[in-house]
């Protein structure tokens, strides 16, 4: 196969993946519409940062609360990384408000 390492891998929705694989950090791109994964990640102890990539502008009204800052979370904005990402949106010519956001999520 093209990607050896994917070979055996196998379907699991967040909640079980989580629960398997006790992840301390979690990198989201682009997190589907009407699919927020927050609240399973919320859940899992083990879990002291997530990243969310994509435009919380564009997910849909039920996926607001993914963008959210959740109790016993700080949010900070990552602007360098930020810097280096692009969407096709990003050609409206704007400094002030990009399309593209990366956010990060720490455990207080």
Known sequence: PACPNHAH???QNAEEATAELQPRIVICEWMAKRHNLTPDWLRC??????????DPLLSGDSDHEAWMVHDG?????????????WCPLDCVETDY???TWALSYQRD
């Open 9 to 11: 891998g196998k379907r």
């Open 45 to 54: 102890s083990t879990l002291q940062e997530y990243i969310l990539v994509g």
């Open 73 to 85: 979370w700080t949010v900070s904005v990552m602007t360098d990384v930020m810097s280096k990402l």
């Open 97 to 99: 408000f990009p399309n």
